[in-house]
């Protein structure tokens, strides 16, 4: 199956499951409401293992919501159409979605609400890793020819949802925010606990130990993996190749050492500071990298 990009405002998208009036009904006319929560990302930094803790602190801890219902029916997708769209419709309140939209397409009904947004970021060389694997299981992101090729349509934005460099930028502009947390995959690998106290409190739930451990023992990657509700291989087969199926595919830090030569790396950390220069944060993955 070949996969087509349509253009939103620069931007490509796959036409398979994004159409440009949603999006233009999405940024102009969805009401945000205010006991709202949006988890945020550009693919690949994590979404799916935050939709996992979200779901689980929702419930508090009772894992049974996880095992029985299918992650993108418990935390719909905000930006997709067709099926997808029902879910989003029809989501009752208390409603938490999920979404790779950048800032600047995100219903504007936001700036006057009270919704929470969870921002989750992750080293754009592991992201990178990643979209790179799931671009051969997946028939929303066309077939990369070669590593390096796609490593340069990443670099120059030419992927699904755009540059990396854009999203986060654009979205780390909220950080002040209260209603704004800002997260990233290797705060959540290098304390889980943690990073489930800082959500829960984000979210005004204060959770007991006990049921602390329930929410790390059951978003963890063994447990996800096992899931068919949360591994992703109930997913459409119009969407991702059920036989290729290895969405949670290896779940750690540091995977683009496994792929990038180091050419590619100094070319990739030269864009990096030259796009990220005016930001002046330094990231949990610039300190792993310091200390490697
Ligand atoms: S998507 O398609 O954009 O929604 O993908 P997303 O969920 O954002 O990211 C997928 C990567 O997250 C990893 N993942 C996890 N890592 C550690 N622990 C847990 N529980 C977990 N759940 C998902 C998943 O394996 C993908 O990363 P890679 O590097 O490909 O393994």
Redo the contacts with the bound molecule.
Sequence with gaps: MDTDYFKHKGINFASLIYTQERFEFLENEFQVLDDDVYIV?Y???????VM?IMSLIHRNGDFTWCQEVPNFVRIPWLDVSGEGQKLVDECKSPRLFST?LPVQFFPKSLLSSKAKVIYTARNPK?VL??LY??AHMTYVIKKPNSFEEFMEDFLQGRLPFGSWFDHIKGWIQMKDKCNFLFLT?EDL?KDIRGAVKTISTFLGKELNEQTIDLVVEH???SS?KANKMSNNSLAPETVMNPKKNN??????IG?WKNHFMEKQSEHMDTIYREKMKDLNIKFTWDEIEDHL
């Design positions: 990302t693919p690949k930094s994590g979404t799916n293992w996992e790779h592991d890793v990643s694997h799931f995959y690998k978003s963890s990657f996800m969405f949670l595919r290896k779940g750690i995977d």
